[in-house]
Nanobody, 119 residues
């Protein structure tokens, strides 16, 4: 069993910053791609950014230049530094990880953390 635990969400004014963290723990052989998704009320969940174990990154166009994803492979942790936040960034942010164990790869989700940006 694998758990993803997120932290760092909260309420911030437009233009402010937040840093999200997500730690994977449990029966883990290797953590491959880790990422952050978000879901705003009435909208579909969307990929915000992800990062491979080798450090290759992807960003949604809406966050390029403002958000930075990073990871600590030794700690199975992924971070999302969010700067210049906008009200449209308000959403529940979910951590996602592709985890290898028992000879197979499984997809896991965190419980979500609320990010609210006030105008």
């Amino acid at each position: 069993q694998v758990q993803l635990v997120e932290s760092g969400g909260g309420l911030v004014q437009a233009g402010g910053s937040l840093r999200l963290s997500c730690v994977a723990s449990g029966n883990i052989l290797r953590v491959n791609t880790m990422g952050w998704y978000r879901q705003a009320p009435g909208k579909q969940r969307e990929l915000v950014a992800d990062i491979t174990s080798g450090g290759s990154t992807y960003y949604a166009d809406s966050v390029k230049g403002r958000f930075t994803i990073s990871r600590d492979n030794a700690e199975n942790t992924v971070y999302l530094q969010m700067n210049s936040l906008k009200p449209e960034d308000t959403a529940v942010y979910y951590c996602n990880a592709d985890v290898e164990y028992s000879g197979a790869e499984f997809d896991y989700w965190g419980q979500g953390t609320q990010v609210t940006v006030s105008s």
